[in-house]
């Protein structure tokens, strides 16, 4: 139903439906404040501030096709995967655009930031590379036998 649902761990209670995407919403991230992100089919990442009774405060678009993942960083940016084959950096103060990873033959499944700061993207192309957050820079290339689904 192109939405996102908030419920309390606590009580189980139903808290708010945040509508705003134009499609099927397919990955979420949770930032300290509370402030959630979601990526979808409509190729758009939602900020929604920890008030959910308004709508979300920012649409970060850019990607050509799904956002599929999200990870976010200490140091303040957000990590969209797509299955446009790219990883994009936006900065969590402001949702600028700060660079695009490329380099992903396939669809890009899943990212995760590490605890060092570096980015992992897994894709379809069966590889998973490693990003060095500071600047972007593909610093590996780890290749599997097959797709990638997701990365822990």
């Not at 959630?36 to 308004?54: E, K, L, P």
């Not at 993942?69 to 969209?80: P, V």
């Not at 700061?117 to 290339?141: F, Q």
Request: glycine share 12%; net charge neutral; hydrophobic share 40%.
């Amino acid at each position: 139903d192109n939405t996102v649902r908030v419920w309390s761990g606590d009580t189980g209670a139903h808290l708010a439906t945040l509508r705003g995407h134009a499609s099927v919403v397919m990955c979420l991230t949770v930032g300290p404040d509370g402030t959630v992100y979601s990526g979808s089919f409509d190729n758009t990442i939602r900020v929604w501030s920890n008030d959910w009774a308004a709508p979300a405060a920012r649409t970060l678009g850019g990607h050509t096709d799904t956002v599929r993942s999200l990870a976010l960083s200490r140091d303040g940016h957000l990590y969209s995967g797509s299955w446009d084959k790219s990883v994009r950096v936006w900065a969590v103060r402001d949702g600028a655009h700060l660079r695009t990873l490329e380099g992903h033959t396939d669809k890009v499944t899943s990212v995760v930031v590490g605890v060092t700061g570096a980015v992992y993207s897994g894709s379809r192309d069966g590889t998973v590379r490693v990003w060095r957050g500071v600047d972007g820079a593909c610093v590996a290339l780890l290749q599997t036998a097959g797709t990638v689904y997701t990365i822990a």
